[in-house]
């Protein structure tokens, strides 16, 4: 866009006259002068109040050592009025996961119930594939000489997934429970999405999301690869191992 001023030349000599005349008219002839009235001032709105900061205590352990085997589900101990956070510990730094106690308030309650008996401790990231997700939570894989059966394990009861909240595996960093074929048979293992995975929304229970951690859970060790003829092991790859879970609850 080009711009043009103006210079004294192009003005005509009436209109030179014509600002002579004006400026040289008697005063009484000339129109009056009527201030413009000064606009209204709307005041601002006031800013709406900070909602408070939520504050977190940790929850305490309810045994000294791993407890892997339990005779039936879990009765509902947390409360879902409540905030629930986890924290993931690994070698390579925590993960730490907003709990979704309102959603899916079984899934979280089994969770939490399962962390505070150190349930987890020990136990390994055992599938973790580039591009779909990161899963562990199996008891077996505490144990290295049984790796073959890795992916296999649970706490010794099941229960039903819950898949009517709404809630979508459409994020990086959403924590959900694993099962097999039956919606029934959640257990322990959980798995948490590295990439989005919406195509299991409304058949896999979502239950937390990461808001913490997310370059440790994008350096986990991958174990297998996608590929044309399916999952396949990457060989010689060394699962990470979770350290433990920590639950906080809001005060």
């Not at 006031?46 to 039936?72: H, K």
């Not at 709404?166 to 999405?193: E, K, N, Y």
């Not at 996608?226 to 609850?249: H, N, R, W, Y």
């Amino acid at each position: 866009m080009s711009f043009h001023s103006l210079n004294g030349r192009s003005l005509t000599c009436a209109a030179l006259l014509g600002a002579a005349l004006s400026a040289c008219a008697p005063a009484a002839t000339r129109a009056p002068v009527t201030a413009a009235p000064a606009p209204a001032v709307t005041p601002a709105p006031a800013p709406a109040p900070a909602a408070p900061a939520v504050s977190f205590q940790v929850m305490p352990f309810l045994s000294e050592t791993p407890v892997r085997s339990f005779t039936a589900a879990p009765a509902m101990t947390i409360d879902p009025a409540r905030s629930y956070r986890a924290v993931l510990k690994t070698a390579r730094g925590d993960i730490t996961v907003d709990l979704n106690a309102k959603g899916s308030p079984v899934a979280v309650n089994n969770f939490v119930f399962l962390a505070r008996h150190r349930f987890y401790d020990g136990t390994r990231f055992h599938r973790v594939i580039e591009g779909f997700m990161a899963q562990g939570g199996d008891p077996l894989s505490a144990d290295t000489a049984r790796s073959a059966e890795w992916g296999t394990g649970g706490p010794g009861y099941q229960f039903a997934a819950e898949v009517t909240n709404g809630l979508r595996f459409d994020r990086v960093g959403v924590l959900g429970m694993a099962r097999s074929a039956s919606l029934t048979s959640q257990g322990s293992q959980f798995f948490i999405t590295v990439a989005p995975a919406d195509f299991l929304s409304g058949g896999y229970t979502v239950f937390g999301q990461v808001i913490g951690g997310q370059n440790v859970l994008a350096g986990l060790t991958r174990t297998a690869r996608s590929t044309a003829q399916g999952e396949q092991a990457i060989p010689g790859a060394a699962a990470d191992t979770l350290i433990g879970v920590q639950i906080l609850e809001s005060r």
